[in-house]
C-alpha cells in the first residue's frame, strides 16, 4: 500500500498554494466582508489550468485525476473558503454533468468556455421547500412544439448572481419518481429567470442566488443529453462532489489549526506563551489528530473516485468526517484565541462561519449519518 502523494500532486499543490498566497490571501477579507466576488479571478484559474483539473485532455481539461482535484480544493479552502467554493461550484457541479452525461454538441458549446474561465457555470438543483429531499423537487418542465417551457424556483445557488449557464433539475413528469427528473442546460440572463443575490453568514465572498422562474421556455437542445430521466447523473455528481467539499473541509480545518498554532506560540500569559499550557496543547493536539485521520479519509475516497468504485455510503463518510472535523477545529480556534477569536483581524472566525457552511451544505451531516446507516442495512 502506497499513501504517498506522486510528484505530480506535489507539484500542483506547490503551484495552487503559491497562487492562493498571492492572489487570494491578500483580498479574501475584502471580498469577504463585501460579499462579493471577483469575476476575474476565473480567468486566473483558467489560464493555470485549474477549471479543468480532473477532466481528460481530449474534452479540453487539463488531464489529472481526482486526487489532483482535492489538492487545488484544499489548498484553495486553505486561503479562502469563499474562492474554494466558487471554484467548486463551477468546476464540478457547472461543468461534470455536461462532460458526463452531454451531447458532442453540448460540450463543444460549453466546456471550452467554462475550462478557460470566459463562462461560468451553475447548478439549480436547491429549492426553498425542498431541502435535502431531491425527489419533492416541485420545478415543472412542461413539452412544448420544439422545446419545453420550466416553471419554478431554486436557492442557494451558488455562482447564480452573474453565471453564464446553469444546469436546471426541473420535473419533466408528475410521478414521484427519479426517471420523472431531468436536466436542463440554461443560458443566462434570461428575463423569464429572476436571480436575486443572497446575504449570508458564511462564505461570504461566494455570490449564491435565490431565483425565481416563471415561463422559461428552452430548446430541446437544452435537454442534457436529449434525454429525460437524468436523476442518476444528479446523484453521481453529489456523491463524487461530496469527497470534493471534503477538501475543501480539510484545508479549513488546517487553516484553523495553523493560526491556533501560530497565536498560541506568540501570546503570553504570565510570561509564558500560550502553547505551553497543557490546557490549549490539547486543544490542538485533539486538531491535529482529526486533522490526520481526515486527510485520510479524504485522500482515500479521491482514489475511490480514480479508481470507479466511489459509493455513495462511502461519500458520506468522507464528507461527514471531514465536515464535522473543520467545525470542530474552527470552534476550538475561537476558543485558542479568546476574545481575539470573534475579531475580524484574525481568520478563525470567518473560517468557522465557513465550516458551518458544509455541516448543511452538500447534503446535511444528518443525511449523510442515513445514507450510511442505509448500506447497514439497519
Known amino acids: 500500500m502506497d499513501f504517498s502523494f506522486t510528484q505530480e500532486h506535489e507539484q500542483v499543490r506547490d503551484t495552487v498554494r503559491r497562487f492562493a498566497a498571492e492572489e487570494i490571501m491578500p483580498i479574501a477579507r475584502k471580498h469577504d466582508d463585501d460579499e462579493t466576488f471577483p469575476r476575474d479571478m476565473f480567468r486566473k484559474w483558467g489560464d493555470l489550468g485549474l477549471l479543468g483539473v480532473r477532466y481528460p485532455t481530449q474534452d479540453g481539461g487539463s488531464g489529472m485525476d481526482k486526487i489532483s482535484d482535492c489538492i487545488v480544493r484544499e489548498e484553495l479552502s486553505y486561503a479562502s473558503q469563499g474562492f474554494a467554493s466558487t471554484w467548486s461550484a ?117 455570490e449564491t442566488g435565490l431565483i425565481h422562474i416563471d415561463g422559461l421556455e428552452v430548446p430541446d437542445d437544452a435537454l442534457l443529453g436529449h434525454q429525460t430521466g437524468t436523476y442518476p447523473i444528479i446523484l453521481d455528481s453529489l456523491s463524487e462532489n461530496r469527497v470534493g467539499v471534503a477538501a475543501n473541509a480539510l484545508g479549513m480545518a488546517r487553516a484553523a489549526r495553523d493560526a491556533s498554532i501560530a497565536y498560541a506560540r506568540d501570546r503570553e500569559i504570565a510570561g509564558k506563551p500560550l502553547g505551553t499550557y497543557q490546557a490549549i496543547a490539547h486543544k490542538i493536539a485533539d486538531m491535529e489528530a482529526e486533522i490526520e485521520a481526515a486527510r485520510w479519509l479524504v485522500y482515500h475516497g479521491a482514489w475511490l473516485v480514480d479508481q470507479g468504485k466511489l459509493t455513495a455510503a462511502m461519500a458520506a463518510k468522507v464528507k461527514l468526517v471531514a465536515s464535522e472535523t473543520a467545525v470542530r477545529c474552527s470552534e476550538q480556534a475561537i476558543r485558542i484565541f479568546g476574545g481575539a477569536g470573534i475579531m475580524r483581524d484574525y481568520p478563525v472566525g470567518r473560517i468557522h462561519r465557513d465550516a458551518l457552511v458544509y455541516v448543511i451544505g452538500e447534503g446535511t451531516s444528518e443525511v449523510q449519518r442515513n445514507l450510511i446507516a442505509r448500506s447497514l442495512d439497519l
Not at 436542463?184 to 440572463?189: A, G, K, Q, R
Open 90 to 206: 463551477h468546476t464540478h457541479l457547472g461543468i461534470w454533468p455536461i462532460w458526463k452525461a452531454g451531447t458532442p454538441e453540448q460540450k463543444a458549446k460549453y466546456l471550452p468556455g467554462a475550462f478557460d474561465g470566459t463562462k461560468v457555470g451553475a447548478f439549480g438543483l436547491s429549492e426553498p421547500r425542498g431541502g435535502s429531499n431531491i425527489r419533492s423537487l416541485s420545478t415543472k418542465a412542461e413539452k412544448i412544439d420544439g422545446g419545453w417551457r420550466i416553471s419554478g424556483a431554486k436557492t442557494y445557488i451558488t455562482n447564480s448572481p452573474y453565471s453564464d449557464f446553469m444546469l436546471l433539475a426541473a420535473r419533466t413528469s408528475p410521478e414521484l419518481k427519479p426517471h420523472a427528473i431531468s436536466l436542463f442546460i440554461v443560458d443566462l440572463p434570461n428575463p423569464a429567470v429572476v436571480i436575486n443575490k443572497l446575504d449570508k453568514e458564511g462564505i461570504r465572498a461566494s
